[in-house]
């Protein structure tokens, strides 16, 4: 017996040894066999290819180049803490402002030319000053936002107020303009069926789980016809941003909330409940309406698809205070700056990997990336139109199926083509009309023709010149400097209150948390050190942009 | 052993039988409340992943499906992540204990004269934390980044372990320990014939402990070795399918989602959580009830001490 | 000077009079046991007390892009900060009661289900029930807390069902919107998930308790609960105290995950501890030196009172 573990012991500690010698360090080879081959950080997980992963396979057969991928799990920032620290970066490292802050990042623009790299100049020209940082240089090429025509997806994935299509057809398919109608045809339906499938209707609901606060910070500002400028308004004459926390804008939808919660038209739970509760209730079918940007609930939706609840899934509606407002929900593309790959300073030939970039930014490989193999996941009409049969639009979404054949988290980062190509394709299958409306049920067909739409973008405001600045969520706020203390003070302030306000059980009492509300605001949170790096930018932009 | 037998039978009283039937009632309560997490993970890591948002699953499965299983095993690395992560629990629960143990034993003899000096600065390691980006730099520095060894080493002998079993040592009579020195025993013999065989239950806890620590950790894979595809471990897979988008900005996610292709990839379905949790859990679940025999051997030399 | 003041306390133990000889002699007889232990020791130095060099972070304004020595130094500016936030303090006392909550119900809960563990006489029933018991320790809290969340739901938690039911209460009790409750529900789950965890040191400990004991006691006639208070009890008194005085210096760390993950607002006054703060005003926003003098204020408390539990536990229980 004791013998065994001496054994075991001892064998143990030769393999300790042995493994530890072993795996000594990878060298980065740029060229050896001809093949060009570099490490690439991407910061999730989602959707790892496989091995014989078929794109990857003609980027190392036709192309030369291969990549050897690391995908992380856990706290993205504390990684980028650590390898800033140790100064330990990949080549193509997925974009993050903390990089560029530390030098870890080329300036890509000091290379991209029109000679060497003809897509890259042609996709990042127009857009390099928005692209760029404070510094104006670039050194993130945007994953998304570049486009190319006119055309918008079919699919509408942003902010708005969802209303279940069962709501609006009892309804007669109105068209609602401002909260007070919304929150009477919510009213109304709960009073004509306060049961659904037996359960009891629940009028309104409302996300407060964390990471998730817009849901329950942000319909202020759109109501106000404000576009999406996260925390802030920004006046439209004088560009001048302020924080809306503290506004009436606020007040009033807080009171209105108040008051349809005081109707016992606000689900109790709604504040306690995880995403998984709330993906449940919406799954339920007996969710009436609720405020969030639609990719956060999608998976609630397929389920009532998958049910064949129709009626039950969601429209787009974009209600106002008042009708003198405008409703600005949709905004015009905007490139997705600081968001994408960059090359580190690590990468020994920069300009290898600008080059895998620049090729595979031709409209043959994007079709390629983007829509698949022609007659194998996509078919050719006799107008030269790309379409997809009922089997090649099934097999997209399973995974084994997509680990084979797509590279999602590679092409997540990836600068893309969106919108529509020379031949007048679209760039994939979202940009497609007429593959958009084919993939729709029947119930959604005709729910479009009441309301004379072809997409849900459609249903939204028509699509309006951002402003010269926009958008000011984006706006980088510095690591550990006041005004990103100050920007987390104000959320905590606003979960914590808000929804005490919503509770609040008479005028009296909302009267007082408001004004505990703002006092603390006022007094706790350092706002003018938020609002003048804000501002500070704005004014940057309008003098660097255009 | 043989007389508690006999005592036991001339013990029965009313009163033993209203204890046991209680005791038995209770017992069951903490098996089923203790059991129903488990059984509930399992039911719902066997059921549809779409059918799963709805919620109210319980014990089992509505809609039944292989299907979250299969999208686990499908990924390539598995295997060698599944080899990984038993070698570094076998190792370093088979390591710490001898280790460990060691030291221990030094710590019961008053007369070392190093003895306060270790046991002070091996407690103070349980209450403070260098951080993040210190600890990271010093295994840099070490060269032991990408390694397996970062795996084992900087967990060799902890705190803990070693208060522990130095505890549990001190129960052993001293009479053995100088009956052998008297008979020319050296420290190490001492150690390894004597204490180490009779602290069996304390080495078997320690050792369970250990591995299950070893099995779930995922943080050290993360920080050091995730760039080594061929040192990544079970938990760490486990993780990056757990937690795949969470990095992603919100626009991003928008951004992914209208295109449609990633649409329902955004947040990881309950059903995989759950079928991920069995995976992860399922292998070092099996290791108590293996260890447990130690606990009753522990009793009898304990009874053949004096 | 610490040694001396130890050992004018207890009086010489024959070891202790043997020993007599000078130090550089005695260690040169006690080279076994030097070689036993000596490379841990200087291991353990390595690899836990060199990177104590990042504690400078707290003085400094650090950033991870630049050198140790080149970083800006700001003194006390982040203790200041963390001390001049209301929301800190009221976090290190939400951190401080849970804990207590977690260390108490979990002392309790785990010795009483290790005597009843003991009390099982039949071995394959014994070892199921610890195996099942100790189960829910190998669930992420993730999972657990989405249990508490549905089991707890005023919607269809089978909590409140049954309350509704049983008539405790005629309306649903809002568990999670009420800060009355949360505490409890931290320290409930707690127990939930860790119980069967935490018997195991114990029943360790009381397989190793002399059988012979039980017998003379069964001789004086004492009954069930007489031999589980004067022989059980007594006899993983030792493994109690050690863990108590190890515990107590861990007072500021009440977990994180759980808490994370149940909180909203409505009761984040009484949710948040340390470890969330300095998640949200640290790592998230790349602050690393207020992580770090949080840090060193959690290790000084810890340790200080380490040394008083130590100080104030018999000579039979010091764990220094």
């Given at each position: 017996?004791?013998?065994?573990?001496?054994?075991?012991?001892?064998?143990?500690?030769?393999?300790?040894?042995?493994?530890?010698?072993?795996?000594?360090?990878?060298?980065?080879?740029?060229?050896?066999?001809?093949?060009?081959?570099?490490?690439?950080?991407?910061?999730?997980?989602?959707?790892?290819?496989?091995?014989?992963?078929?794109?990857?396979?003609?980027?190392?057969?036709?192309?030369?180049?291969?990549?050897?991928?690391?995908?992380?799990?856990?706290?993205?920032?504390?990684?980028?803490?650590?390898?800033?620290?140790?100064?330990?970066?990949?080549?193509?490292?997925?974009?993050?402002?903390?990089?560029?802050?530390?030098?870890?990042?080329?300036?890509?623009?000091?290379?991209?030319?029109?000679?060497?790299?003809?897509?890259?100049?042609?996709?990042?020209?127009?857009?390099?000053?928005?692209?760029?940082?404070?510094?104006?240089?670039?050194?993130?090429?945007?994953?998304?936002?570049?486009?190319?025509?006119?055309?918008?997806?079919?699919?509408?994935?942003?902010?708005?107020?969802?209303?279940?299509?069962?709501?609006?057809?009892?309804?007669?398919?109105?068209?609602?303009?401002?909260?007070?109608?919304?929150?009477?045809?919510?009213?109304?339906?709960?009073?004509?069926?306060?049961?659904?499938?037996?359960?009891?209707?629940?009028?309104?609901?409302?996300?407060?789980?964390?990471?998730?606060?817009?849901?329950?910070?942000?319909?202020?500002?759109?109501?106000?016809?404000?576009?999406?400028?996260?925390?802030?308004?920004v006046d439209k004459d004088t560009y001048e941003a302020k924080i809306y926390a503290d506004s009436d804008y606020m007040k009033t939808y807080v009171s209105k909330v108040r008051e349809l919660n005081e109707k016992g038209l606000v689900d109790p739970e709604t504040f306690t409940q995880s995403l998984d509760q709330y993906h449940a209730k919406i799954a339920s079918g007996r969710v009436v309406a609720l405020f969030d940007q639609r990719w956060n609930f999608q998976t609630a939706e397929d389920t009532l698809g998958a049910q064949g609840m129709y009626d039950k899934q969601y429209a787009p509606v974009i209600p106002t205070f008042d009708e003198t407002m405008e409703p600005w929900y949709k905004d015009k593309t905007v490139v997705n700056a600081q968001n994408g790959f960059g090359i580190s300073t690590a990468c020994e030939d920069p300009e290898g990997l600008l080059k895998f970039l620049d090729t595979i930014l031709s409209e043959d490989w994007q079709k390629y990336i983007q829509w698949g193999e022609e007659g194998v996941d996509y078919m050719v009409d006799d107008n030269g139109m790309f379409y997809r049969t009922e089997d090649q639009r099934t097999q997209q979404s399973d995974e084994q199926w997509q680990a084979a054949n797509k590279i999602v988290a590679f092409q997540g980062l990836l600068p893309k083509m969106e919108g529509e190509y020379s031949d007048g394709n679209g760039t994939d299958p979202a940009y497609q009309p007429d593959e958009f409306y084919e993939s729709l049920e029947d119930y959604d067909k005709d729910f479009f023709e009441h309301y004379g739409a072809k997409t849900w973008s459609d249903f939204m405001n028509p699509i309006r010149e951002n402003p010269p600045y926009y958008p000011a969520w984006q706006i980088d706020l510095e690591d550990g400097s006041d005004a990103q203390f100050a920007n987390q003070k104000l959320t905590d302030l606003q979960v914590s209150y808000i929804p005490k306000m919503i509770m609040a059980s008479s005028d009296?009492?909302?009267?007082?948390?408001?004004?505990?509300?703002?006092?603390?605001?006022?007094?706790?949170?350092?706002?003018?050190?938020?609002?003048?790096?804000?501002?500070?930018?704005?004014?940057?932009?309008?003098?660097?942009?255009? | 052993?043989?007389?508690?037998?006999?005592?036991?039978?001339?013990?029965?009283?009313?009163?033993?039988?209203?204890?046991?039937?209680?005791?038995?009632?209770?017992?069951?309560?903490?098996?089923?409340?203790?059991?129903?997490?488990?059984?509930?993970?399992?039911?719902?890591?066997?059921?549809?992943?779409?059918?799963?948002?709805?919620?109210?699953?319980?014990?089992?499965?509505?809609?039944?499906?292989?299907?979250?299983?299969?999208?686990?095993?499908?990924?390539?690395?598995?295997?060698?992540?599944?080899?990984?992560?038993?070698?570094?629990?076998?190792?370093?629960?088979?390591?710490?204990?001898?280790?460990?143990?060691?030291?221990?034993?030094?710590?019961?003899?008053?007369?070392?004269?190093?003895?306060?000096?270790?046991?002070?600065?091996?407690?103070?390691?349980?209450?403070?934390?260098?951080?993040?980006?210190?600890?990271?730099?010093?295994?840099?520095?070490?060269?032991?980044?990408?390694?397996?060894?970062?795996?084992?080493?900087?967990?060799?002998?902890?705190?803990?372990?070693?208060?522990?079993?130095?505890?549990?040592?001190?129960?052993?009579?001293?009479?053995?320990?100088?009956?052998?020195?008297?008979?020319?025993?050296?420290?190490?013999?001492?150690?390894?014939?004597?204490?180490?065989?009779?602290?069996?239950?304390?080495?078997?806890?320690?050792?369970?402990?250990?591995?299950?620590?070893?099995?779930?950790?995922?943080?050290?894979?993360?920080?050091?070795?995730?760039?080594?595809?061929?040192?990544?471990?079970?938990?760490?897979?486990?993780?990056?399918?757990?937690?795949?988008?969470?990095?992603?900005?919100?626009?991003?996610?928008?951004?992914?989602?209208?295109?449609?292709?990633?649409?329902?990839?955004?947040?990881?379905?309950?059903?995989?959580?759950?079928?991920?949790?069995?995976?992860?859990?399922?292998?070092?679940?099996?290791?108590?009830?293996?260890?447990?025999?130690?606990?009753?051997?522990?009793?009898?030399?304990?009874?053949?001490?004096? | 000077?610490?040694?001396?003041?130890?050992?004018?306390?207890?009086?010489?133990?024959?070891?202790?009079?043997?020993?007599?000889?000078?130090?550089?002699?005695?260690?040169?007889?006690?080279?076994?046991?030097?070689?036993?232990?000596?490379?841990?020791?200087?291991?353990?130095?390595?690899?836990?007390?060199?990177?104590?060099?990042?504690?400078?972070?707290?003085?400094?304004?650090?950033?991870?892009?630049?050198?140790?020595?080149?970083?800006?130094?700001?003194?006390?500016?982040?203790?200041?900060?963390?001390?001049?936030?209301?929301?800190?303090?009221?976090?290190?006392?939400?951190?401080?009661?849970?804990?207590?909550?977690?260390?108490?119900?979990?002392?309790?809960?785990?010795?009483?289900?290790?005597?009843?563990?003991?009390?099982?006489?039949?071995?394959?029933?014994?070892?199921?029930?610890?195996?099942?018991?100790?189960?829910?320790?190998?669930?992420?809290?993730?999972?657990?807390?989405?249990?508490?969340?549905?089991?707890?739901?005023?919607?269809?938690?089978?909590?409140?069902?049954?309350?509704?039911?049983?008539?405790?209460?005629?309306?649903?009790?809002?568990?999670?919107?009420?800060?009355?409750?949360?505490?409890?529900?931290?320290?409930?789950?707690?127990?939930?998930?860790?119980?069967?965890?935490?018997?195991?040191?114990?029943?360790?400990?009381?397989?190793?308790?002399?059988?012979?004991?039980?017998?003379?006691?069964?001789?004086?006639?004492?009954?069930?609960?007489?031999?589980?208070?004067?022989?059980?009890?007594?006899?993983?008194?030792?493994?109690?105290?050690?863990?108590?005085?190890?515990?107590?210096?861990?007072?500021?760390?009440?977990?994180?995950?759980?808490?994370?993950?149940?909180?909203?607002?409505?009761?984040?006054?009484?949710?948040?501890?340390?470890?969330?703060?300095?998640?949200?005003?640290?790592?998230?926003?790349?602050?690393?030196?207020?992580?770090?003098?949080?840090?060193?204020?959690?290790?000084?408390?810890?340790?200080?009172?380490?040394?008083?539990?130590?100080?104030?536990?018999?000579?039979?229980?010091?764990?220094?």
């Open positions: 017996m004791k013998g065994k573990i001496k054994r075991i012991v001892a064998s143990a500690m030769c393999a300790v040894l042995v493994i530890g010698a072993a795996a000594g360090c990878g060298e980065k080879n740029t060229a050896d066999d001809g093949i060009k081959r570099y490490t690439v950080f991407i910061g999730d997980s989602t959707k790892e290819p496989s091995a014989d992963n078929k794109i990857l396979k003609r980027f190392s057969e036709e192309l030369g180049y291969e990549f050897e991928f690391e995908y992380l799990a856990g706290n993205l920032d504390e990684k980028l803490g650590v390898m800033i620290a140790g100064g330990d970066y990949p080549d193509l490292v997925m974009g993050d402002t903390k990089l560029i802050q530390a030098g870890a990042l080329i300036p890509l623009d000091e290379y991209i030319n029109e000679e060497d790299y003809p897509n890259l100049y042609r996709h990042i020209e127009p857009v390099k000053k928005r692209a760029a940082y404070d510094d104006g240089h670039v050194y993130i090429l945007p994953n998304y936002g570049i486009t190319y025509g006119e055309r918008s997806t079919g699919g509408y994935y942003g902010p708005a107020f969802w209303v279940q299509k069962r709501v609006l057809a009892d309804a007669g398919y109105p068209e609602i303009r401002t909260l007070d109608e919304l929150f009477k045809l919510i009213e109304d339906y709960v009073a004509a069926n306060p049961t659904t499938d037996g359960m009891q209707t629940i009028g309104y609901e409302i996300l407060a789980a964390q990471g998730r606060e817009y849901v329950m910070t942000s319909p202020a500002a759109y109501l106000a016809g404000s576009p999406n400028d996260g925390a802030v308004i009296a009492d909302f009267e007082k948390l408001w004004n505990q509300y703002v006092d603390e605001i006022h007094n706790g949170v350092n706002v003018q050190a938020y609002e003048d790096r804000i501002n500070e930018q704005i004014q940057w932009r309008l003098e660097n942009w255009d | 052993m043989k007389k508690s037998k006999i005592s036991k039978l001339k013990h029965t009283s009313v009163g033993d039988i209203i204890f046991v039937i209680c005791n038995t009632l209770f017992m069951i309560c903490v098996v089923v409340v203790t059991l129903y997490p488990m059984l509930n993970t399992l039911a719902v890591s066997f059921n549809d992943g779409i059918d799963t948002v709805r919620g109210g699953i319980y014990l089992k499965p509505r809609v039944f499906t292989w299907a979250n299983y299969q999208s686990i095993f499908s990924k390539g690395n598995i295997i060698t992540a599944f080899t990984v992560s038993v070698s570094r629990t076998v190792i370093s629960a088979l390591l710490n204990v001898v280790f460990t143990s060691m030291v221990a034993y030094t710590l019961t003899r008053k007369e070392y004269v190093f003895r306060r000096l270790i046991t002070v600065v091996y407690v103070l390691t349980m209450y403070f934390n260098a951080g993040l980006i210190p600890g990271y730099m010093l295994i840099k520095e070490l060269h032991l980044l990408n390694t397996f060894a970062v795996y084992i080493l900087p967990g060799l002998v902890s705190a803990f372990d070693l208060i522990v079993i130095r505890t549990f040592m001190k129960t052993i009579p001293e009479s053995l320990v100088e009956s052998a020195s008297i008979d020319g025993a050296g420290d190490f013999r001492i150690f390894w014939s004597i204490m180490f065989p009779l602290s069996a239950p304390v080495l078997a806890t320690i050792a369970l402990f250990c591995a299950v620590n070893a099995w779930n950790s995922w943080f050290d894979t993360f920080l050091y070795n995730s760039s080594s595809q061929n040192l990544t471990t079970l938990q760490y897979e486990m993780m990056k399918l757990l937690s795949s988008t969470m990095n992603q900005s919100a626009t991003n996610a928008a951004a992914m989602a209208a295109k449609g292709d990633a649409a329902t990839g955004l947040q990881t379905p309950v059903s995989t959580r759950a079928a991920i949790t069995i995976v992860a859990s399922v292998p070092i679940l099996v290791v108590y009830p293996f260890l447990q025999k130690y606990f009753v051997k522990g009793m009898t030399l304990g009874g053949v001490k004096e | 000077m610490k040694t001396a003041v130890k050992s004018k306390k207890h009086p010489k133990s024959p070891e202790e009079i043997k020993t007599n000889r000078s130090f550089v002699q005695r260690m040169g007889l006690q080279w076994q046991l030097i070689l036993m232990s000596i490379p841990f020791l200087i291991h353990r130095i390595i690899f836990s007390y060199v990177p104590l060099k990042g504690w400078l972070m707290a003085f400094q304004n650090y950033k991870p892009a630049k050198g140790w020595l080149d970083q800006e130094f700001v003194g006390l500016k982040w203790f200041k900060q963390l001390f001049s936030d209301t929301v800190f303090i009221t976090d290190i006392r939400n951190t401080f009661a849970m804990s207590l909550i977690n260390l108490s119900l979990g002392f309790i809960t785990a010795i009483a289900l290790a005597l009843l563990l003991n009390e099982i006489k039949n071995t394959f029933a014994k070892r199921f029930v610890q195996t099942v018991s100790y189960m829910p320790h190998f669930l992420s809290w993730v999972i657990v807390a989405g249990l508490v969340q549905n089991m707890l739901s005023t919607d269809s938690g089978i909590v409140n069902d049954l309350i509704v039911k049983l008539g405790i209460s005629d309306t649903k009790i809002p568990f999670l919107s009420e800060p009355k409750y949360f505490w409890g529900i931290v320290g409930a789950s707690n127990v939930w998930k860790e119980v069967g965890w935490n018997t195991i040191i114990y029943l360790a400990a009381m397989s190793s308790i002399d059988p012979s004991l039980y017998e003379a006691a069964s001789m004086d006639g004492a009954g069930r609960f007489m031999k589980m208070f004067h022989v059980t009890l007594p006899g993983i008194k030792t493994t109690f105290m050690m863990l108590l005085i190890m515990n107590i210096g861990h007072i500021l760390e009440a977990g994180f995950e759980l808490q994370y993950l149940l909180t909203n607002g409505l009761i984040s006054s009484v949710s948040e501890t340390i470890d969330i703060y300095v998640l949200k005003y640290g790592i998230q926003i790349g602050n690393y030196s207020l992580g770090t003098a949080a840090g060193i204020f959690k290790s000084v408390v810890s340790i200080t009172l380490v040394f008083i539990a130590n100080k104030l536990a018999g000579e039979e229980n010091k764990l220094i």
